[in-house]
């Protein structure tokens, strides 16, 4: 089984940028669609950006703009880089595939992003 771990969650102020990563452990395939979510205390896990197989992607309407995903399949990673952070995007942010979902894969441990003053 692919496991994906998270990094590059932190605390930031208002205004400032974060590049979270998710590693592989083992291949991922191309054709795999792959996605960030977030999930805040007391709120369902959303997501946040997803990138398809041909590459195309698609953002939450909240963070269009200011959130890029991008995908790596030869070293088996998956980023989102996040500019101009918001309090409201505060949240773990977990990466995932369809596909795993599909096959009742686990999340990850997810890594923390806090954003205040």
């Known amino acids: 089984q692919v496991q994906l771990v998270e990094s590059g969650g932190g605390w930031v102020q208002p205004g400032g940028s974060l590049r979270l990563s998710c590693a592989a452990s083992?291949?991922?395939?191309?054709?795999?669609?792959l996605a960030w979510y977030r999930q805040a205390p007391g709120d369902q896990r959303e997501v946040v950006a997803g990138?398809?197989?041909?590459?195309?992607?698609k953002y939450k309407d909240s963070v269009q703009g200011r959130f890029t995903i991008s995908r790596d399949d030869a070293s088996g990673t998956l980023s989102l880089q996040m500019n101009n952070l918001k309090p409201e995007d505060t949240a773990a942010y977990y990466c995932?595939?369809?596909?795993?979902?599909?096959?009742?894969?686990?999340w990850g441990q997810g890594t923390q992003v806090t954003v205040s003053s």
């Open positions: 990138i398809n197989s041909d590459g195309r992607t």
């Open positions: 083992g291949r991922i395939p191309s054709t795999w669609t």
């Open positions: 995932n595939a369809v596909e795993l979902i599909m096959r009742g894969g686990d």
